[in-house]
């Protein structure tokens, strides 16, 4: 888990605000949100990130937030601070009145909470990796089912 971080055009993302992809990676979707990163509960929140606004980006492997401000780096390049949590590190996805909270934890960072505050479609981004988060709960439980009819299936063997 990345939290607040300077990259730099060509190592983090384009010079067209879009993330540099690992092999493997596809982007899901991705929209402008406004988000606020905090760790501990909704009585006693302390904020690592205040509210900012920029582009989320839900991948295959990681949620990314690129901040929506570029900044000057050393050497004359040019870059934005950014924030990653890969979808292994993401433990649950709540969907509130109005926001979307991702619950993470990472060795390094402990438990930390990702709030979104989508609006239309907004909302939608992260139904994916909410949906994978349940299958995946299923799988390991072993209460997963399969998607085919199970008749089907056994006049076929």
Not at 2 to 13: A, P, R, S, Y
Not at 57 to 71: A, F, G, M
Request: no cysteine; hydrophobic share 30%; proline share 3%.
């Amino acid at each position: 888990m990345k939290i607040d971080e300077t990259g730099e055009v060509g190592l983090v993302m384009t010079d067209a605000n879009e993330p540099v992809l690992s092999g493997g990676d596809q982007v899901i979707g991705y929209r402008e949100l406004e988000y606020e990163i905090y760790r501990g509960g909704i009585l006693a929140k302390r904020s690592l990130v205040g509210t900012r606004r920029g582009w989320v980006w839900q991948t295959r492997k990681r949620l990314l937030l690129l901040d929506e401000t570029w900044i000057e780096l050393p050497e004359g390049k040019k870059g934005k601070r950014y924030h990653e949590v890969t979808n292994g590190e993401a433990r649950d996805v709540v969907h509130k009145k109005g926001r979307v909270l991702v619950h993470a934890a990472a060795e390094g960072r402990g438990k930390v909470t990702f709030e979104f505050r989508p609006f239309g479609p907004a909302s939608r981004l992260l139904a994916w990796l909410k949906n994978e988060k349940e299958h995946r709960a299923k799988r390991e439980e072993g209460t997963l089912r399969s998607p085919y009819n199970e008749k089907d299936r056994q006049r076929s063997a």
